[in-house]
């Protein structure tokens, strides 16, 4: 071993407390970046092969009923490589187990083996036989949420017929990765399923013969997929079209989409944060070594070491410590991905989803973190090196001071000898003030972003189900049915109150941008159903023309007063213009709305409704689910509890698991910036400390001088990490933002003190290590001269 390696891991040891500090913040940031990679490669790898094994369909297209006939048409289109015809159909379920109404989706099967396009994995049991009346494939997060197995039977309306059917098999679908029932934003696995049934039999059940109303398509190498759409839309309008689309605008392949975007940007933020500060720290831990040890670099220049020898040396200890918290960063990192993909898999359905711990995220965290250490460092490295052998022999000049503001000012003669000394440190040394309380300030920080989630997600579920949407159920009826239900609805006991509302599935277009959507036609005097903007403002629905979100708006180039063309898809299909009189600032979705009765005038349709919203008597509440389930007229309903449930366990669980890692490493990070600072502080100081214990101060009051100046620095550094943290949480909110959600920008008070209290007590609990140090200071030791 080299004279230059024996010394290195001598000054390891003796900085050993900094340097495990630092590696814990290196660690955590590789960790973050490892975890958040791997679990998108891994979910990234698990979708692409279920797309390519079970064919994945390209373009998606509903309409009301087209023969056979119409199948060739379509595969004549130029680009279309394969075509998939099915029938798709809505069904009522009776489940024993529920008193409210549950909904199905019944997709069809060929009668002889499996389909073209979106194929089924089969995991239990068998396919449903031809010929073989009432045998359906359930699909698995049904069947796992309702406990059924193969053999058990549930009963179903279909077409207006009541009918047992038989679950004789368990699959999954590419199509159906995650499962969201009609009118709703979250996966209600209990009371949503889709099932499989052979054509022949859905073709007796819906009067099919002969017909199909949906189909998929996949397309060829290079085929231009709007010009294909275009050609399917025109094929198809006049057969009751509903507008294809493509995978971007499938609502499984969209909602995992999102969450892989999202994953995505947190293995780039935080990860980001975390090197910075850890760049920083070695900054400053190396600057403050390379000053104690001005006497061994000239000594060692002067036996002959060259420059690059002697900054090699001390770029080695760096990259030690760095080595250090990348093997801590790969272990837990590893840990995360595991955690984080077996939590995915839960939620989204693929047949196999396997932890993808790939060499090239490891290999790019370590870069990343022997990057930022390196730069952060290097400057200060040239800069020591370069000093002649003579110079550094000799002891750093002392700075030329001189009476700081407050000595200027006379306020010195108000405070005694231990403050008048902290503050004229503080003015004398500015840059070091402010460095130190930036790495504090960023510590802070770093706790507030860990927090944001929570904050966030709380404010959007009383945003979204306490302030906007006040209604306990929503009902949708299988077709537009006159206002005059509304009577039987009202005399079912427990409903209170009841707010109808008209929908219309519509392409929305503006100049060469359109967006398939729905406009919703709602009464001007509402509780239970509200649009609340970003600021909590109640907007009020104009006479004529049409509000839309912000979002849509965005995505369609609109502004207020512009002009969009309606093309409704659905009934005569009418195509009109509507003015943008309004827009919504909310947090979810792509939605429009207008009057009812502008609505209606916009349709040239009477007074029919879609739908409505309901509140119920908690105590009659399962006797009003039950009607409910029995009135032919309605096709499904949605309860808010569930929504809130489900929006917890899906879409909350995610970003709060993500937030119990970012708290904690963000704690460790607190610790360690605020340990770093006094550890230089005393390194800095401990000959001055010295002459002041040598001259007769006691040890409490030598403390008070140093741990004063520390809990200045601490107080100055948590309103600036307010700042901070809430600026990253503002970038952060954009940063995350979906078409299907958006992020509120929100910290509460708690966030707040959370963040200022574990500052306080890394600087409390720094501070007892500290004063232990100046205790045992060796006084002969530091007192000697270096000259």
Known sequence: MSPLHRKLFRDL????????????VIGCGIAVFIGAQTTLKSLSA???????RYRFPDVFSSLKRAPLSVVDRIANLPGIAT??????????????????PAVGKIVSLPDRGTPRLSDVHLLKGRLPEPGRTGEILAEEAFVDANGFEPGDQIRA???????????????????YITTIQPGSMFPDDLRFGIFWMRRRQMEAAFDMEGAFNDVVLSLMPGANEDEVIRQLDL????????????????????????????????????????MSVAAFLLNVALRRLLTLQREQIAALKAFGYYNREVGAHYLQLV?????????????????????????YASFYRFPKTVFRPEFGVYLTGAIISFTAGMIGVAAGVRQAVAIPPAEAMRPEPPPTFKPSLIERLGWHRWLNQAPRMILRELTRRPAKAMLTTLGIGFACAILIVGNFGKDAITYLIDFQF?????????VQFHEAVPQRVLSSLQSIPGIIRIEAFRSIPVRLRHGARSRQTSISGLDENRELFRLIDSDEKLVNLPESGVVMSSQLAKILDLKLGDTVTVEVLNGQRPVRNAVVSGMVDDFSGTAAWMRREALHALMREGPVISGAYLQIDPEHEAAAYRALKEAPMVAGVTLQKVAVQSFMENFAENLLRMRM????????????VVYNSARVSLSERSRELATLRVIGFTKAEVSRILLGELAFLTAMAIPVGFLIGSGLCRFISKALETELYRIPFVLNPSTYAFAAAVIAVAAVLSSLIVRRGIDHLDLIAVLKSRE
């Open 466 to 474: 306490g302030l906007q949407e006040r209604h306990d159920a929503t």
């Open 319 to 343: 990259g030690v410590i760095i080595a250090f918290g990348a093997v801590f960063g790969w272990l837990l990192g590893t840990w995360m991905g595991q955690s984080m993909t077996g939590m």
């Open 13 to 24: 040891l003796q900085m050993k407390g900094q340097a495990l500090a630092i590696a814990a």
């Open 83 to 100: 075509v998939e015809h099915r029938i798709v159909e809505g069904v009522t379920l009776d489940l024993p187990d529920l008193d409210e």
């Open 157 to 175: 309306v279909l077409n207006g017929r009541l009918q047992t059917l038989t679950i004789v098999g368990v699959g999954l679908s590419p199509e």
């Open 46 to 52: 698990a979708r692409e092969a279920y797309y390519d």
């Open 235 to 274: 094929l198809l309008d006049d057969y009751g079209g509903l507008g294809a689309t493509d995978r971007d605008l499938h609502l499984s392949h969209r909602f995992i989409s999102d969450e892989l975007k999202q994953l995505k940007t947190m293995s780039i933020i935080p990860p980001s944060i975390f």
């Open 661 to 672: 890692f970012n708290v904690a490493f963000a704690s460790v990070i607190a610790i360690g």
